[in-house]
């Protein structure tokens, strides 16, 4: 997944790349991208500019995602807890 919702090149050190980000729908666009690092390792044919290299940025908060999880997981259990009561005393 990324904040963008798009796929991105990365290129962090000379001779590693690393296509990723498919939002869970990359059995298609990852043999896309496995072509255009292809096209980009081998250098010679020019590499397309529908897939810019841009530089690796974490996600914001992304260390919180266990508690901040752990914490919604908890009150959805809470809250369908309730409403199986509710459904109960009607
Ligand atoms: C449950 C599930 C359902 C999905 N359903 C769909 C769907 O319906 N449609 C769709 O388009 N996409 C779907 N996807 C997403 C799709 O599977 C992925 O986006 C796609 O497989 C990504 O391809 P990839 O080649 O980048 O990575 P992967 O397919 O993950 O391939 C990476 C490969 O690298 C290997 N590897 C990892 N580390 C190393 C290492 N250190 N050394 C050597 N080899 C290594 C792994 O074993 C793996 O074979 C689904 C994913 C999941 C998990």
């Known amino acids: 997944m990324t904040a963008d919702h798009l796929p991105h ?9 690393t296509a990723l980000g498919y939002q869970g729908r990359g059995v298609a666009l990852a043999t896309i991208m ?5 096209l980009r390792i081998r250098g010679g044919e020019a590499a397309r500019d529908a897939w810019p290299v841009t530089d690796l940025r974490p ?3 992304h260390g919180l995602r266990r508690p901040v999880l752990a914490a919604m ?9 309730l409403d199986a ?3 109960r005393a009607a």
Do not use: Q
């Not at 090149?9 to 790349?17: F, M, Q, V, Y």
């Open 73 to 81: 997981r908890a009150a959805w259990r809470t809250r369908d807890g």
């Open 9 to 17: 090149i990365h290129n962090p050190a000379p001779g590693l790349w």
């Open 34 to 38: 496995g072509r255009e690092l292809s």
């Open 85 to 87: 009561r509710s459904a």
């Open 59 to 61: 996600l914001p908060f």
